[in-house]
Nanobody, 120 residues
């Protein structure tokens, strides 16, 4: 019964900004580490950023200094603020999280993805 839903994708010009949001809902005891991944056409899915339940953050080298991950534990949400966007950032962006359910089982859950397109 756990669900992750992303929003905020769209079309933006190179150099512009966009913010993605992801909400977790369902029979949740704890939302542990939350992550953003992306997948461009013909490419493997790659990890973009992570944030732990204590708000420790890590970024892939290709977004460091441009993207910011954050979370709101009370709302069970994670965000990705993307600045100075480049055409190579074009991809489907996926939210994922390690979640412990009220039945005390822990595993990864994934959102449906949201398209980000950066034009040159």
């Amino acid at each position: 019964q756990v669900q992750l839903v992303e929003s905020g994708g769209g079309l933006v010009q190179a150099g512009g900004s966009l913010t993605l949001s992801c909400a977790a809902s369902g029979s949740i005891l704890n939302v542990n580490t939350m992550r953003w991944h992306r997948q461009a056409p013909g490419k493997q899915r790659e990890l973009v950023a992570t944030v732990t339940s204590g708000s420790m953050k890590n970024y892939a080298d290709f977004v460091k200094g441009r993207f910011t991950i954050s979370r709101d534990n009370a709302k069970k949400m994670v965000y990705l603020q993307m600045n100075s966007l480049k055409p190579e950032d074009t991809a489907v962006y996926y939210c994922a999280a390690s979640i412990t359910t009220r039945s005390l089982l822990t595993r990864d859950y994934w959102g449906q993805g949201t398209q980000v397109t950066v034009s040159s």
